[in-house]
T-cell receptor
Framework: DTEVTQTPKHLVMGMTNKKSLKCEQH?????MYWYKQKAKKPPELMFV???????INESVPSRFSPECPNSSLLNLHLHALQPEDSALYLC????????????FGPGTRLTVT | DAKTTQPNSMESNEEEPVHLPCNHS???????IHWYRQLPSQGPEYVIH???SNVNNRMASLAIAEDRKSSTLILHRATLRDAAVYYC??????????????FGQGTILTVHP
């Protein structure tokens, strides 16, 4: 299984809602990543988890809260988002080694109304 | 992070080879050269990576200059499915257990039938 899955594919939420994005991989990778991609822009790194511990937070606002409950799962909890947070949210994973090539999921298209 | 420079866009005809250039004049000795591509409405896809020697895989070839200050991704016979944004990224894990990808603007490849 060489796939990273993300659910849901699309999400529309109001500014007062709480929602979660889910990412799953069964490749035995121990590093997992969240990226944000605005329209016609390149992906931007948000968080990195390594061995289920948060290793990088790229100064992301606290309304985004990541969680890595086990080595296969990565969640992104969303609360009190703003319309400018509307974007494609991408999850990726990579094997531990020396070259860390990353495998991406298809993303969740988030719209904040 | 060491930076890469790529042309904004390139065009090719179907079934012809495509050479996508990337300049990385400030590359350090431990930086790996990674290539990813992103097809429309999909997450990025790992293509290939290398350190010093040329590399081949089922998707593409990577030619690395002897001084490592530039590299070229080679698609041997372009198909319409190869139309995508191609990103050249330097990755240096630096003793960590993850790889931090910093995406630039990439090269938009258009393939004509």
């Amino acid at each position: 299984d060489t796939e990273v899955t993300q659910t849901p594919k699309h999400l529309v939420m109001g500014m007062t809602n709480k929602k979660s994005l889910k990412c799953e991989q069964h490749m035995g990778h121990r590093a997992m990543y969240w990226y944000k991609q605005k329209a016609k822009k390149p992906p931007e790194l948000m968080f990195v988890y390594s061995y289920e511990k948060l290793s990088i937070n790229e100064s992301v606002p606290s309304r985004f809260s990541p969680e890595c409950p086990n080595s296969s799962l990565l969640n992104l909890h969303l609360h009190a988002l703003q319309p400018e947070d509307s974007a494609l949210y991408l999850c990726a994973s990579s094997p531990v080694g020396t070259t860390y090539e990353q495998y991406f999921g298809p993303g969740t298209r988030l719209t904040v109304t | 992070d060491a930076k890469t420079t790529q042309p904004n866009s390139m065009e090719s005809n179907e079934e012809e080879p495509v050479h996508l250039p990337c300049n990385h004049s400030t590359i350090s000795g431990t930086d790996y050269i990674h290539w990813y591509r992103q097809l429309p409405s999909q997450g990025p896809e790992y293509v290939i990576h290398g350190l010093t020697s040329n590399v081949n895989n089922r998707m593409a070839s990577l030619a690395i200059a002897e001084d490592r200050k530039s590299s070229t991704l080679i698609l041997h016979r372009a198909t319409l499915r190869d139309a995508a944004v191609y990103y050249c990224i330097l990755l240096n894990a630096g003793g960590t257990s993850y790889g931090k990808l910093t995406f630039g603007q990439g090269t938009i490849l258009t393939v004509h039938p």
